[in-house]
């Protein structure tokens, strides 16, 4: 992809993803390279970061005997997430709208 | 380099940070390493990166988020945050005569502030020893002649009164440009290396 992914946006994807289910770090970072070129390493301070501004929170379940850290969008995360849906719809059709010339395309 | 010469320098890197950002950050990349597949290691170790690098992001990160959780963030706490950033840089994949420009830079900046900080401390200092040689010959010269010495004392009261004013404000003002320096440039940091990320 030519597009640069900001941090605004990786957040944004990353709750978008746990908004649809819980899952743990490597799915997560499998799902999130399928839409971006973030690298593994970029996303940890993400889910740090999301984490201690409670956004997201994490559990562990045991998996083939070691624990398995699932992460899990809170209440908090949701209406973020929300916002960033409205953000990002208003967003995609000014740039529509500029790169692909008019609205009647759609 | 393999999985546990990996995990020997990752936790090398962040023997500073707390002992829970550390955990955190070891246990990430070990259930990440087990969920790859053993069979996977070295093709997940070319996409991680150097731990060294990680450890480097982790440690500017958790320095600028203390900085921020802080309600009155230390100078000396800004300055060794803005300082792990600059660490940070030099471990970030971009050309290495950039970084070496960028963090040369930076290190100039930080230099000058922390000079001009030290210029202002001075001043302030020798304002306020001044109200207090003024004050004190007022009062040696309160025999001779008491206008004279009242007028002194005078003075040196108003001397003393702004130079702590200056203080409170010189030192308000070094906390609040060490710490912001350091979000901004944490913030550029994280911009270039996923811009690097992406020209990969």
Known sequence: MGFQVGSTLLDACVLAVLSS???????LTQT???????????LYPVLRRLQKD???????????????????????????????QRDWIRYKSQVDKLLCGGDDNE | MNRSEFFKRLE?????????????????????????????????MEELGSPVQIAA???????????????????????????????????APIALPLAIGAAGLAIGLLAALIGVVIALV???????IGGVVVIFSGIAVIATSV???????GVGLLVLGISLLLGILVVLAARGIFGSIAKGMNKQLNKKSKGDDRNE
Do not use: C, H
């Open chain 2, 147 to 153: 206008p004279v010495a009242i007028f002194s004392i």
């Open chain 1, 32 to 42: 999130m390279r399928d839409v971006t070129d973030i690298s593994e390493s970029t």
């Open chain 1, 21 to 27: 289910g819980d899952t743990y770090g490597y799915v």
């Open chain 2, 12 to 44: 090398q890197g962040l023997t500073k940070v707390s002992k829970e950002e550390r955990d955190a950050a070891l246990d990430y990349y070990n259930e990440y390493f087990d969920d790859a597949g053993a069979e996977n290691e070295q093709k997940v």
């Open chain 1, 54 to 84: 409670g956004y997201l929170t994490t559990y562990d379940q045991p998996f083939q005997g070691r624990n398995r850290r699932y992460y899990a969008i809170t209440e908090d995360g949701k209406k973020k997430f929300e916002g960033y």
């Open chain 2, 122 to 128: 001075v001043s302030v200092a020798a304002f306020f």
């Open chain 2, 57 to 91: 992001r982790i440690k500017a990160d958790s320095a600028v988020k203390r900085l921020e959780g802080e309600t009155k963030p230390s100078m000396k706490k800004g300055i060794s945050a803005v300082w792990l950033v600059i660490l940070a840089i030099f471990a």
